[in-house]
């Protein structure tokens, strides 16, 4: 079981990324999954997630109406759609399948995860 992330890249304040996250070697369309992201010095910490049919989503509250979470269980795939982005969202990002089917928050509650892409949003 494998999952991939990419997308991530040097951006400008204000400007947009597409972040995606490709599953191999196993179907995720029964589990939740999310995105978690770290920055230096800091631990890692819950950006958004999405439940295994895409009906529910939640998201850090500082990057609500910015990131969008979506899912096509057709492809295995997850994408984190990011907007108006923030000198303070530069960190590493991970994507992640969780042990269930719906919205989690917390780290122990998945199971499989990327390798994480670094996203640097420069002022």
């Known amino acids: 079981v494998q999952l991939q992330a990419s997308g991530g890249g040097l951006v400008q304040a204000g400007g947009p990324l597409r972040l995606s996250c490709a599953a191999s070697?196993?179907?995720?369309?029964?589990?939740?999954m999310g995105w978690f992201r770290q920055a230096p010095g800091k631990e890692r910490e819950f950006v958004a997630a999405?439940?295994?049919?895409?009906?529910?989503?939640r998201y850090l509250e500082s990057v609500k109406d910015r990131f969008t979470i979506s899912r096509d269980n057709a492809k295995n795939t997850m994408n984190l759609q990011m907007n108006n982005l923030k000198t303070e969202d530069t960190a590493a990002y991970y994507c992640?399948?969780?042990?269930?089917?719906?919205?989690?928050?917390?780290?122990?509650?998945?199971?499989?995860w990327g390798q994480g892409t670094q996203v640097t949003v420069s002022s």
């Open positions: 992640a399948v969780a042990r269930g089917a719906y919205i989690y928050t917390r780290q122990d509650n998945y199971n499989y």
């Open positions: 070697g196993a179907a995720f369309d029964n589990y939740g």
């Open positions: 999405i439940s295994w049919n895409g009906a529910t989503t």
